[in-house]
Each structure stands twice: as structure tokens, then as C-alpha cells.
T-cell receptor, first 112, second 110 residues
Framework: NAGVTQTPKFQVLKTGQSMTLQCAQD?????MSWYRQDPGMGLRLIHY???????DQGEVPNGYNVSRSTTEDFPLRLLSAAPSQTSVYFC???????????FGQGTRLTVV | GENVEQHPSTLSVQEGDSAVIKCTYS??????FPWYKQELGKRPQLIID?????GEKKDQRIAVTLNKTAKHFSLHITETQPEDSAVYFC?????????FGAGTRLFVKA
């Protein structure tokens, strides 16, 4: 099993550019989420989904869009990148609400 | 909004000593409390979790305690080893929404 796979691992964007961070899981988990990790601030929830077609906002949703057309995929879109979005992004999935979250390997994004 | 506070932000102990990390949460409806360990450059991984109907749980050198009245939970690591050096995150969950603490960087000196 691949688990949770994120692409790309590293990305540099110019301010104003758009891009999509990809996340895929092969564990048939209903629940998926996106976090950003900044020094001294831990993991902050951006958006999450409890199943295909269902998404909701987390703590820091501004500047990010998500969609969930399939159980496997949960892409995160930056419509107009800003330097404040420089961070490490983690995608996670879990089977049920009170179970372990499995994280992807992370995407290190730099916006210049 | 929901909030999880974690202390200390940095903790340095001698090998063999115990380490304690404390967290408080604001959402009284939270009912699942996992702890994750993140080694440098790697993804977070679950080390132990506790549900709201349990006050304490132990797994070898790691234990977690929960005080729902005070909305407080703690991670205890005994007989620390150099490989325990990492960043530890607590989290509080309500349904599918999980909020993490800011993390504690643990250094275990040999």
C-alpha cells in the first residue's frame, strides 16, 4: 500500500501564480484533510472532507480551495499565491473520526 | 474558535529521565485526543491516543492522561532515549475536525 501520496515534494511559486497540490490515498478512507505547518505554530487545519462531494473549512481556509470528486483524491488549490502561503503542507486521511490520521510526506512550498 | 494550547514549546532532558508535555483544549465537545511524533524532515505519526471515556492509557514507556473536567491532557514519556528526540503534537478532535497544538520540541541528551 502506498498510503497517502502527495505531489510535488517541493515547489517554488511567484506571487500571483496558481497551482494545485495533489493528494491521493489508497486506503478507501472517507475522511481527508489538509494542514499547513509553520515554525512554532504546529499543524493548522485548512480544509477537510468527510466524503466525496463534501468539504468544509478549517482554521485557516482563506486563499485555498478544495474539491472532493472521488474518495481517493483531495487536491488543494492556491488561486493566487502569496508569500504568506510559504509553508509545508500535509495531507492526511483517516478511516473514522476516532482513528489514526495517516499523513503524506508533505509539500514544501515557497512563494517569492 | 476551537483552540489547543501545548506546553512547553521546548523540553530538554537527560537520557533516562522522564518527560511531560501538557495540553489544554477549549472545545468541551472534543472526545478524541491523539498524540503525534514528528522526526526532522518526516511526516507526523501517531504514538498514542485516548478517548474521552478513558482517564489514562499506557503503552510501554508512553502514557497519556485526560482530565475532561479541566479540559487538560498530558503525555508522559519515561526512561527517555536519544531516539525520543523529536517534535510532539497533541490534538483534540470533535467528529472529523482535529485541531493540533503548536508542538513541543523534545531533546534527549545522551
Amino acid at each position: 500500500n502506498a498510503g497517502v501520496t502527495q505531489t510535488p515534494k517541493f515547489q517554488v511559486l511567484k506571487t500571483g501564480q496558481s497551482m494545485t497540490l495533489q493528494c491521493a490515498q489508497d486506503m478507501n478512507h472517507e475522511y481527508m484533510s489538509w494542514y499547513r505547518q509553520d515554525p512554532g505554530m504546529g499543524l493548522r487545519l485548512i480544509h477537510y472532507s468527510v466524503g466525496a462531494g463534501i468539504t468544509d473549512q478549517g482554521e485557516v481556509p482563506n486563499g485555498y480551495n478544495v474539491s472532493r470528486s472521488t474518495t481517493e483524491d483531495f487536491p488543494l488549490r492556491l488561486l493566487s499565491a502569496a508569500p504568506s502561503q510559504t509553508s509545508v503542507y500535509f495531507c492526511a486521511s483517516r478511516e473514522q473520526s476516532h482513528t489514526e490520521a495517516f499523513f503524506g510526506q508533505g509539500t514544501r512550498l515557497t512563494v517569492v | 474558535g476551537e483552540n489547543v494550547e501545548q506546553h512547553p514549546s521546548t523540553l530538554s532532558v537527560q537520557e533516562g529521565d522522564s518527560a511531560v508535555i501538557k495540553c489544554t483544549y477549549s472545545d468541551s465537545a472534543s472526545n478524541y485526543f491523539p498524540w503525534y511524533k514528528q522526526e526532522l524532515g518526516k511526516r507526523p505519526q501517531l504514538i498514542i491516543d485516548i478517548r474521552s471515556n478513558v482517564g489514562e492509557k499506557k503503552d510501554q514507556r508512553i502514557a497519556v492522561t485526560l482530565n475532561k473536567t479541566a479540559k487538560h491532557f498530558s503525555l508522559h514519556i519515561t526512561e527517555t532515549q536519544p531516539e525520543d528526540s523529536a517534535v510532539y503534537f497533541c490534538a483534540a478532535s470533535r467528529g472529523f475536525k482535529t485541531i493540533f497544538g503548536a508542538g513541543t520540541r523534545l531533546f534527549v541528551k545522551a
